[in-house]
């Protein structure tokens, strides 16, 4: 199955679009930076609220900046996507069989499916109707706990991508 | 004294330990500051330039101590990673670029608390001193190049190539 994703991924022709142009890489990573923090930033200071920090401030209304949440995390699965197609050295196999981005691309699933809960079991509805200096629902806070956990284990895996030996030495792989 | 420094316990074992806590681990930790303290500077900046009016921007001042937490989790990753990288770091330009930023952004976020959340008018909720929208700005403005600039310190042959074309030496 690696080998077909890879196989796939290199029809892009992005290996070639970044080993000819050297300004691709650092300025995907710039971006994929500033798409971090816009994640942290929105959906971060939710669960943060929705933890007890920051009472006063009604969940309802830090839930607008969370669009630009979802257009940090749009800039990061491109610019993603560009490292992993386009990765100059091992090609796209060298991150799809790299044990710290499996678990990095694991957790974005755990965040996500947290988010559809949070969404379909009316959890953000019962959220949103807590008083602006008031304590969310436990299933609030469970679900902005998993939330956190789930963001900041992504920037731990993220960063042990290009590290991928230190992890596995740590594992006893 | 650089090399006393780069051969001290700490930063060898930072750089050379194939412990998960060492080099890798400080290295996510940097990333995690910048998050927290970048993260929550945005959203404040945005409410103060207007969006998101239904936040009391009062209520944001409480936010300060967990952007110095993220400062503070920087300010030691980032101690540690340069302890171990001394000569490096001191001879890559741009690294001087991004702590001038930071520092930029720092002294604009104290001020922002003095002249912004500490007058009168904002802790009442009468409203908010006008020059709020251009400590806003400027937050944004040093943050953005702090990152900028804190991604291009690892590429410094990307960085002077670029600079010698554009600036023709």
């Given at each position: ?7 796939l ?11 000819t ?18 994640i942290i ?23 607008r ?61 019962i ?47 | 004294?650089?090399d ?20 890798t ?42 952007m ?24 890559n ?5 991004k ?19 500490d ?8 409203g ?29 042959n ?10 023709g030496?």
């Amino acid at each position: 199955m690696v080998e077909t994703i890879a196989h796939l991924m290199l029809k892009t022709g992005l290996d070639n679009f970044v080993a000819t142009n050297d300004w691709v890489w650092p300025v995907c990573e710039i971006l994929h930076f500033f798409g971090m923090a816009a994640i942290i930033g929105t959906v971060g200071l939710v669960d943060a609220r929705m933890l007890g920090i920051g009472k006063g401030i009604p969940i309802a209304s830090l839930e607008r900046f969370v669009p630009i949440g979802v257009l940090g995390l749009l800039l990061n699965v491109i610019t993603g996507f560009i490292f992993v197609a386009g990765n100059p050295v091992g090609g796209p196999q060298e991150y799809l069989t790299n044990l710290a981005f499996l678990t990095k691309m694991t957790l974005i699933v755990i965040a996500g499916v947290n988010l559809l809960v949070f969404y379909a079991f009316g959890i953000a509805r019962i959220a949103n109707a807590t008083a602006p200096d008031g304590s969310a629902p436990l299933s609030a806070k469970v679900v902005a706990a998993v939330s956190l956990i789930a963001w900041f284990g992504v920037i731990f895996f993220g960063r042990f991508i290009m590290y991928n030996d230190t992890l596995l030495n740590a594992l006893g792989l | 004294m650089i090399d006393a420094i780069e051969n001290s316990a700490y930063a060898v074992w930072v750089r050379e330990s194939p412990s998960i806590w060492a080099y890798t681990t400080i290295l996510s930790l940097h990333a995690m500051g910048l998050a927290i303290i970048v993260g929550i500077n945005t959203i404040v900046a945005l409410r103060l330039l207007g969006y998101v009016p239904d936040i009391p921007i009062n209520k944001l001042r409480q936010l300060y101590p967990w952007m110095y937490v993220g400062f503070t989790i920087n300010a030691f990753s980032g101690l540690s990673l340069l302890a171990a990288n001394l000569s490096n770091d001191l001879h890559n330009w741009m690294f001087y670029v991004k702590l001038t930023m930071i520092l930029c952004a720092m002294i604009n976020l104290e001020l922002t608390k003095v002249r912004v959340f500490d007058t009168p008018a904002v802790i009442n909720g009468t409203g908010v001193p006008a020059e709020a929208h251009r400590f806003a700005i400027a937050s944004m403005v040093f943050w953005s190049l702090a990152i900028c600039a804190g991604r291009l310190v690892e590429y410094p042959n990307f960085v002077e190539k670029w600079v010698g074309m554009l600036f023709g030496h």
